[in-house]
């Protein structure tokens, strides 16, 4: 984009004549230059100024979303890109480039003004190597304190041997013991305990029962997903890596992340009937992690193999078989191809379309019991009723999107704000509670089975009336891609969790130079300390479950 280009805006900054904000003329002697994304207007501004641009951007412009950080390093610079929206307005898009020299790579920290930066910022420090001034807790965050250099700098040497310390090995739980002076106990919880969904070490500070302080420690299985796709191509290698993220049943909404950015990138069209069994698929993944969150967090509260965990499993169970029959596979699906999907649907295709109709119909039955068995559960509501309180203004701060933001009655759905697929041709409702507590985020979820069922049998009738001949599953899309050195873009779809959204930045070549993964759970469990302080350990339980992470998706 040029300079003096404009930007739509819904705050007060300065203004043109056509309504539209002039970032440079916002922004005055902080920007250094512009930068061309594809869909969004890029500025560069000193490293000096990193608070002033960005809280002129969140109170004048109107950006109080930032939604993904994204780090790395040229030949001549290292660089962190802040990628912002409005909650408001998620189309209103822009990002905020930050080159610091090589050989002194330090910007001012973005923390103050988005909580959410310092997490990506501990990450952008532990994998690239830029330190940020004044960060609130400038620590590692995936690799261990004693790792050797940052993987992803260009001066990383992946044959050094990484030392680690005796005291790495030490007792694990030492140190859980009363401080006399202010009478607080630490108290390890996890890395592996079933109340952590996941290999999550939280480090808990208790007053008696009452939760003071908690610290998430996360990276447990990093697996550098990130660079197994900067290592692949785009063609063919990359898509079979996003069903890992979220393994347990996100896998064609995380397929479809990828294949969104690339697909902008690449200028791609997909044709419309693949929109729509796209569409389908994409909310059968959503039914599926839903009922399985819905499960594990009864089995959280109801403290026993319960019930409403074995109806919930039941019923993923029978989703799991619909996508099954529709992929070939039942976890890593790997169905979405670049310009559209792998096949059509099975033969005989009215049999399946039945069969799914059959397992939609059961669902208002089955819902009803679950609100009978957890909605209007006594022992329920005093576990999840006003406890882990969200507040929707701390919930923006720490980037939170899906259930939990919708859940603090946060009204940001990407498949109605930003649209794609085939979402903005269906009747459906984006579920919003009000009161950001456990109980809240649990009926956001509930209520989000019946919209996603009702898009997919919206989806059937469409399928089924389909005229033959124009059932084309892919574009012509060219057996190598290779789109232009430096083109970026950022690109996010609505997966179960919140926003996931994929940055891509090529290098000319059939793989990126730049691959980073916007986790909707990592922001979302970023926000753990402000859910869980002054609130009993019990309800830290109850939060942490409340929350629905992955850790393969948080750590990726």
Same mark, same amino acid.
């Given at each position: 984009?040029?300079?003096?280009?404009?930007?739509?805006?819904?705050?007060?900054?300065?203004?043109?004549?056509?309504?539209?904000?002039?970032?440079?003329?916002?922004?005055?002697?902080?920007?250094?230059?512009?930068?061309?994304?594809?869909?969004?207007?890029?500025?560069?501004?000193?490293?000096?100024?990193?608070?002033?641009?960005?809280?002129?951007?969140?109170?004048?412009?109107?950006?109080?979303?930032?939604?993904?950080?994204?780090?790395?390093?040229?030949?001549?610079?290292?660089?962190?890109? #802040?990628?912002?929206?409005?909650?408001?307005?998620?189309?209103?898009?822009?990002?905020?480039?930050?080159?610091?020299?090589?050989?002194?790579?330090?910007?001012?920290?973005?923390?103050?003004?988005?909580?959410? &930066?310092?997490?990506? =910022?501990? =990450?952008?420090?532990?994998?690239?190597?830029?330190?940020?001034?004044?960060?609130?807790?400038?620590?590692?965050?995936?690799?261990? *304190?004693?790792?050797?250099?940052?993987? /992803?700098?260009?001066?990383?040497?992946?044959?050094?041997?990484?030392?680690?310390?005796?005291? !790495?090995?030490?007792?694990?739980?030492?140190?859980?013991?009363?401080?006399?002076?202010?009478?607080?106990?630490?108290?390890?919880?996890?890395?592996?305990?079933?109340?952590?969904?996941?290999?999550?070490?939280?480090?808990?500070?208790?007053?008696?029962?009452?939760?003071?302080?908690?610290?998430?420690?996360?990276? #447990?299985?990093?697996?550098? =997903?990130?660079?197994?796709?900067?290592?692949?191509?785009?063609?063919?290698?990359?898509?079979?890596?996003?069903?890992?993220?979220?393994?347990?049943?996100?896998?064609?909404?995380?397929?479809?992340?990828?294949?969104?950015?690339? =697909?902008?990138?690449?200028?791609?069209?997909?044709?419309?009937?693949?929109?729509?069994?796209?569409?389908?698929?994409?909310?059968?993944?959503?039914?599926?992690?839903?009922?399985?969150?819905?499960?594990? #967090?009864?089995? @959280?509260?109801?403290?026993?193999?319960?019930?409403?965990?074995?109806?919930?499993?039941?019923?993923?169970?029978?989703?799991? @078989?619909?996508?099954?029959?529709?992929?070939?596979?039942?976890?890593? +699906?790997?169905?979405?191809?670049?310009?559209?999907?792998?096949? @059509?649907?099975?033969?005989?295709?009215?049999?399946?379309?039945?069969?799914?109709?059959?397992?939609?119909?059961?669902?208002?039955?089955?819902?009803? !019991?679950?609100?009978?068995?957890?909605?209007?559960?006594?022992?329920?509501?005093?576990?999840?009723?006003?406890?882990?309180?969200?507040?929707?203004?701390?919930?923006?701060?720490?980037?939170?999107?899906?259930?939990? &933001?919708?859940?603090?009655?946060?009204?940001?759905?990407?498949?109605?704000?930003?649209?794609?697929?085939?979402?903005?041709?269906? !009747?459906?409702?984006?579920?919003?509670?009000? @009161?950001?507590?456990?109980?809240?985020?649990?009926?956001?979820? /509930?209520?989000?089975?019946?919209?996603?069922?009702?898009?997919?049998?919206?989806?059937?009738?469409?399928?089924?009336?389909?005229?033959?001949?124009?059932?084309?599953?892919?574009?012509?899309?060219?057996?190598?891609?290779?789109?232009?050195?430096?083109? *970026?873009?950022?690109?996010?779809?609505?997966?179960?969790?919140?926003?996931?959204?994929? #940055?891509?930045?090529?290098?000319?070549?059939?793989?990126?130079?730049? +691959?980073?993964?916007?986790?909707?759970?990592?922001?979302? /469990?970023?926000?753990?300390? !402000?859910?869980?302080?002054?609130?009993?350990?019990?309800?830290?339980?109850?939060?942490?479950?409340?929350?629905?992470?992955?850790?393969?998706?948080?750590?990726?």
């Amino acid at each position: 984009m040029a300079p003096g280009s404009t930007l739509e805006s819904r705050g007060t900054g300065t203004r043109d004549s056509a309504g539209e904000i002039d970032l440079e003329s916002l922004l005055g002697d902080a920007v250094l230059g512009r930068d061309d994304h594809e869909n969004a207007p890029a500025v560069v501004i000193r490293p000096d100024e990193v608070r002033d641009v960005l809280a002129t951007l969140r109170d004048e412009a109107g950006f109080d979303h930032c939604s993904c950080v994204t780090a790395q390093q040229y030949p001549d610079r290292f660089e962190t890109i #802040y990628h912002l929206k409005s909650y408001a307005d998620p189309m209103r898009e822009v990002s905020v480039v930050v080159p610091t020299p090589v050989d002194d790579p330090v910007s001012e920290s973005a923390a103050p003004v988005y909580r959410t &930066a310092e997490w990506h =910022e501990r =990450e952008a420090y532990d994998l690239v190597g830029i330190e940020y001034e004044d960060h609130p807790d400038p620590r590692r965050i995936l690799l261990p *304190e004693t790792w050797q250099g940052h993987p /992803l700098s260009r001066s990383y040497d992946q044959e050094q041997p990484q030392v680690v310390t005796l005291s !790495e090995h030490a007792n694990p739980i030492a140190g859980d013991e009363h401080d006399a002076a202010s009478e607080t106990m630490f108290l390890n919880i996890g890395p592996h305990h079933p109340s952590t969904h996941g290999v999550l070490h939280v480090k808990a500070v208790l007053d008696g029962e009452t939760v003071v302080d908690v610290d998430p420690d996360i990276g #447990y299985i990093h697996r550098c =997903e990130e660079q197994m796709c900067q290592q692949s191509t785009y063609r063919y290698q990359i898509m079979p890596y996003p069903d890992r993220w979220d393994w347990v049943s996100s896998g064609l909404l995380n397929e479809w992340a990828y294949a969104r950015a690339a =697909e902008d990138l690449a200028d791609i069209e997909v044709p419309e009937y693949a929109q729509v069994i796209r569409t389908m698929g994409a909310e059968l993944s959503r039914l599926a992690s839903h009922f399985i969150a819905v499960g594990t #967090y009864a089995l @959280d509260i109801v403290g026993e193999f319960c019930a409403a965990f074995q109806y919930a499993i039941r019923d993923r169970e029978l989703v799991l @078989d619909v996508l099954e029959e529709l992929t070939g596979q039942r976890m890593m +699906f790997n169905y979405f191809r670049l310009g559209g999907v792998a096949w @059509d649907l099975p033969e005989p295709r009215g049999e399946f379309i039945a069969g799914v109709r059959d397992v939609l119909d059961s669902f208002p039955a089955k819902i009803d !019991e679950y609100h009978e068995l957890l909605v209007t559960n006594e022992i329920f509501q005093r576990r999840c009723v006003d406890t882990g309180v969200l507040a929707s203004d701390a919930a923006k701060r720490y980037g939170c999107t899906g259930p939990v &933001a919708r859940g603090s009655g946060i009204d940001y759905d990407l498949r109605r704000d930003d649209p794609y697929g085939y979402y903005s041709n269906l !009747e459906w409702d984006v579920v919003i509670e009000p @009161d950001g507590d456990n109980y809240s985020r649990l009926l956001v979820r /509930l209520r989000e089975i019946e919209e996603s069922a009702k898009i997919v049998d919206q989806c059937l009738d469409l399928l089924e009336d389909w005229p033959e001949d124009e059932r084309a599953i892919q574009r012509n899309v060219p057996r190598t891609l290779k789109p232009d050195a430096d083109a *970026e873009i950022y690109r996010a779809v609505e997966g179960a969790k919140g926003e996931l959204g994929i #940055y891509i930045r090529a290098d000319g070549t059939d793989a990126p130079a730049r +691959f980073k993964i916007r986790s909707p759970c990592f922001s979302n /469990l970023s926000a753990l300390p !402000e859910i869980a302080r002054g609130e009993y350990v019990a309800d830290l339980i109850a939060s942490i479950g409340s929350l629905d992470c992955i850790m393969g998706e948080v750590d990726r």
